[in-house]
């Protein structure tokens, strides 16, 4: 059996794309190596004008107009009229996307492996049957995160790579916060995002600075001093691809984390998925597509990527950057939509 699109991995990116591809017309199957979809390691926020337009209420958490940012020399209380980031259900936001591709038409396989690409025939195996299968394609999108393996049949390395982790406790929080301290996080952050129940609090920054056992040391330790015993709590780490190289290859295609379109600087990435999800799809879709959204995703994802790289391990000019922007943002010099990825 053929299909005109296969997509590797059925995360926002992938799901997104999908979605639009088979409400065209086009034979559409999703292969995920998972047996569930939706539930990632991951702060769950984000930012308003990036997603508002793009998922429906019901998936919200907790909306927040302010945001309370931390240095290590000022702090800073920055509010807007609407809500500046909210916090998702992943597990919502995974099902409910899953449905309308499912509307749409698309056949969505879970538990399956993709083992090996041969010109335009992709191998997996069922993980619970052991079943083989080989299936062919017109196009291909690799949407199967930061360790693709449509990226590496391509023979694209990674070599820029931030890592995150998240202890996700019990509670109800009142404020959604940012702590900025060079010493500990390097050029990142520890956060505080407040979900329904349960909060996410957690750390990011570049892997190739920091090693991962440190900066989860390095967050327990600020957490004590914060209030927060994460230290008995169960942690959560993922690798965030931030190491973009192109997302069009003939006939295949990347997007969100495989292409590396997250962001290297707040390892923001539900939205550089959808959006580059959406621009693969219409490319398939309309050969003649031009993809404005993701020229302009992509133009902020190389700033973004170029911070990272003056920053480096350079806690001075860390710290420089964090205290400036905190000042700008705190004067209204900027507004706090000036480091997203939907800027």
Not at 315 to 326: D, G, P, Y
Request: glycine content about 10%; proline content about 3%.
């Amino acid at each position: 059996m053929s299909y005109e699109v296969i997509i590797v991995g059925a995360g926002p990116g992938g799901l997104s794309c999908a979605a639009l591809t088979a409400s065209h017309g086009f034979k559409t199957l999703v292969l995920e190596r998972k047996k569930i979809i939706g539930p990632k390691v991951c702060a769950g926020g984000v930012t308003w004008n990036g997603l508002v337009k793009t998922v429906s209420d019901d998936i919200w958490e907790r909306q927040f107009a302010t945001q309370h940012i931390c240095t290590r020399y000022q702090q800073a209380k920055i509010s807007a009229k609407t809500p500046i980031i909210a916090t998702v259900n992943r597990a919502k936001l995974g099902e409910q996307m899953a449905s309308k591709a499912q509307q749409a038409g698309v056949e969505i396989r879970l538990g399956c492996q993709v083992t090996a690409i041969n010109g335009n025939e992709l191998t997996f195996c069922n993980k619970t049957t052991g079943l083989v299968e080989r299936k062919k394609f017109t196009f291909l999108v690799g949407a199967d995160g930061s360790s693709s393996f449509v990226r590496r049949h391509l023979g694209i390395p990674v070599q820029q790579m931030g890592i995150g982790i998240n202890y996700q406790l019990a509670g109800s929080y009142p404020r959604m916060e940012w702590h900025f301290d060079s010493t500990l996080f390097a050029s990142g952050y520890a956060w505080v995002f407040p979900h329904q129940e349960t909060v996410s609090v957690g750390a990011y920054a570049d892997a190739r600075v920091i090693k991962a056992k440190t900066l989860q040391k390095n967050l327990i330790s600020w957490g004590v001093k914060s209030g927060y015993q994460l230290g008995t709590g169960k942690s959560q780490a993922e690798f965030i691809n931030y190491d973009f190289r192109g997302w069009r290859f003939n006939n295949i295609f990347l997007v969100g984390d495989a292409a590396g379109l997250a962001s290297g600087l707040t390892g923001e990435g539900i939205y550089p998925a959808i959006v580059s999800g959406k621009a693969v799809a219409n490319c398939i879709i309309n050969p003649h597509f031009m993809p404005h959204t993701l020229t302009k995703l992509i133009r902020n994802h190389g700033r973004h990527r170029r911070l990272v790289s003056i920053l480096g391990s350079n806690r001075f000019c860390s710290t420089f950057l964090a205290e400036l922007i905190t000042f700008s943002l705190r004067k209204n010099l900027i507004s706090f939509s000036a480091v997203e990825m939907a800027h």
